[in-house]
């Protein structure tokens, strides 16, 4: 597609149930990271994928986090046993290459509500 | 750790009225500064980038940034805000060596007509 595609747009979702965010990645873009945005705080690093590369997984917040790329494209990132601090905007950026010479693309991102 | 401050959370301007957002990092050694920029309804959009040479960068729609390395500082200018250039902004720093990106909580600005 024309830009970076994430889905859904937003989820409500009870206290302990698991949920997947997707991204849809610039194709031909081979870094793809994960943040989230909580209300009134920047943006917070989760996780990073260049390539065939070992993923950067130094901002997951805890083991109910994970993420995964599949074919060096599409990306879920799962969160087990949601809790109500959970609750964010799940950004996802690709880039051509790593950052420091190109630029990140942002998607939209998933409003995760945790009730 | 590294980190990014924004020093305000809002601002609020009218138009015609001369801009400069601060933005401070806490690391030492090389890096690369970014802002980024979020209008209502849209995506994340990169505003202007340091890398080196000049530490005055120029951006998009009449903004630049002035990366001062002694007061680890790369605060964003613009000398006459437009009401279009409501928007949320966000600094943003690469350490050397690191693969993420360190963003700052970002400053909501506001132009009044």
């Known amino acids: 597609g024309a830009g970076v595609s994430q889905s859904p747009s937003n989820k409500v979702t009870e206290k302990g149930k698991d949920v997947e965010l997707r991204c849809d990645p610039i194709?031909?873009?081979?870094?793809l990271y994960w943040y989230r945005q909580s209300l009134g705080q920047g943006l917070e690093f989760l996780i990073y994928?260049?390539?065939?590369?070992?993923?950067?997984k130094s901002g997951l917040p805890s083991d109910r986090f994970s993420a995964e790329r599949t074919g060096g494209s599409v990306s879920t990132l799962t969160i087990q046993r949601t809790q109500q601090e959970d609750s964010a905007v799940y950004l996802c950026?690709?880039?051509?290459?790593?950052?420091?010479?190109?630029?990140?693309?942002f998607g939209s991102g998933t409003q995760l509500s945790v009730l | 750790a590294q980190s990014v401050s924004q020093h305000n959370h809002h601002v609020i301007l009218s138009e015609a009225a001369s801009l400069e957002l601060g933005c401070n990092y806490s690391?030492?050694?090389?890096?690369?500064l970014f802002w980024y920029v979020q209008y209502p309804g849209q995506h994340l959009q990169l505003l202007l980038k340091?890398?080196?040479?000049?530490?005055l960068v120029k951006g998009i729609k009449g903004f630049e940034a002035e990366f001062i390395k002694s007061k680890f500082s790369f605060n964003l200018r613009k000398p006459s805000v437009q009401w279009s250039d409501t928007a949320e902004y966000f600094c943003?720093?690469?350490?050397?060596?690191?693969?993420?990106?360190?963003f700052g909580a970002g400053t909501r600005l506001a132009v009044h007509p």
């Open positions: 950026a690709s880039s051509a290459r790593a950052v420091g010479a190109e630029k990140l693309f």
């Open positions: 194709s031909g873009h081979t870094a």
């Open positions: 994928f260049q390539g065939n590369s070992a993923p950067d």
């Open positions: 690391y030492g050694g090389t890096v690369n």
């Open positions: 340091y890398f080196s040479g000049d530490p």
């Open positions: 943003a720093v690469k350490p050397g060596g690191y693969n993420k990106l360190i």
